[in-house]
């Protein structure tokens, strides 16, 4: 359950559109057998009616429908500590053993479920609620896979075009042949016991000048994105427009010309290799980011760990795994950068309605052309 305030009055949703996102969030080729458990839809407990958001806090609710399994193991109500299914083998790769040592749980469930990349499915819930008002500024947050276990797919040059050719795709891959190998290369993980990780690219559409701010250091925009970006479990990197390539080449390879359009009477770049960001703040370029993925850290061939009680040396237990992820992960950084802009957009533009939002937008736009 979340709860996300801030939300303008005004702002058409609805349950169907976010439970699309969800149903993208369980897909993908390399799932594992959880996906048959979560059949996640959202619930709006409060903040909207009619489809449309009322301006006080929103209530969003996914249903774990797996949750009858263990409610009686985990329930909150005082009483003995269960004995029943405890953990104490730690697995590699996960925060099982460091979770443990640094909250004093002897029972490692405590921690690797709260751990799990299942709280994902709220996050991508409350995305859609942020890509909802961020369309309603004609932006879009779009998201493909551009590399599984080696596997890369050539830079698309239209995101849209490629996010809509993904979405065709079971790893999530605009380029067909790219896709084949990708899907080939997840079979032979699973044959081995393995496991992939891989690249997807999120990319935030006609984002207008000046979200973001360089005078503070923890709201430069850049920062917050890839904060966002990172906070995803198992995510180890993330750049920006052209990113580590840009410690390889020479200041003039890098940065992005400006020109002045006389017939529009606007700034413009030709490229677009800092990722629509500047000093912290969008430049009215697209907002593209890449985001690096390690591979599931349950494998179905374990590596080796200690039991936290005995001490004693063991292969590492299997729960319910993946083979690849990195399709879905695409979707729930969708949803993570969209709340991020989303954030921006009010902090820039804010009202309590909707209209009012769109008033102030409209004005600084008029600004910005006048500039």
């Not at 250091?217 to 052209?242: F, P």
Request: glycine residues 10%; proline residues 5%; negative net charge.
């Amino acid at each position: 359950m979340a709860v996300l305030e801030g939300v303008p009055s005004g702002l058409p949703v609805t349950a169907e559109a976010i439970n699309a996102d969800l149903i993208r969030r369980q897909g993908g080729y390399g799932r594992g057998g959880r996906m048959r458990i979560e059949k996640d839809r959202i619930e709006f407990i409060c903040g909207v009616r009619k489809g449309k958001t009322l301006g006080n806090p929103l209530g969003l609710l996914v249903w774990n429908k797996d949750w009858e399994n263990w409610k009686d193991i985990m329930a909150s109500e005082p009483g003995p500590d269960s004995t029943e299914r405890v953990v104490t083998r730690p697995r590699p790769g996960h925060a099982d053993l460091v979770g443990a040592i640094k909250y004093g749980h002897r029972d490692i469930r405590n921690v690797l479920e709260k751990a799990s990349a299942r709280e994902t499915a709220i996050r991508v819930a409350i995305g859609g609620v942020a890509k909802a008002l961020l369309a309603q500024f004609d932006m879009q947050v779009v998201s493909y896979t551009m590399d599984i276990g080696g596997i890369a797919a050539p830079s698309p040059s239209d995101p849209l075009v490629a996010y809509q050719a993904a979405e065709q795709s079971d790893v999530r891959c605009h380029d067909p042949e790219a896709a084949q190998k990708m899907i080939e290369q997840i079979r032979s993980a699973k044959h081995k016991g393995d496991s992939l990780g891989g690249i997807f690219e999120v990319v935030v559409t006609n984002p207008p000048i000046g979200l973001g701010t360089y005078a503070q250091w923890d709201r430069r925009l850049t920062a917050r994105l890839a904060m966002a970006a990172m906070s995803i479990q198992a995510m180890k990197g993330v750049e920006i427009g052209m990113g580590f390539e840009c410690a390889r080449r020479f200041g003039s390879e890098v940065h992005d010309d400006i020109y002045f359009d006389q017939s529009t009477g606007q700034f413009i770049r030709k490229s677009n290799n800092a990722g629509g960001l500047e000093g912290g703040i969008t430049n009215g370029q697209p907002i593209v980011l890449r985001v690096a993925m390690k591979p599931i850290a349950t494998l179905y061939s374990p590596k080796d760990s200690v039991d936290i009680v005995t001490k004693e040396a063991f292969e590492a237990t299997v729960e319910r795994s993946d083979i690849c992820t990195v399709p879905a992960a695409g979707v729930v950084g969708e949803a993570v950068i969209a709340y991020e802009m989303a954030n921006a957009l009010i902090e820039k533009f804010g009202g309590d309605t909707l209209e009012e939002m769109k008033r102030n937008f409209e004005s600084y736009q008029e600004y910005v052309r006048s500039f």
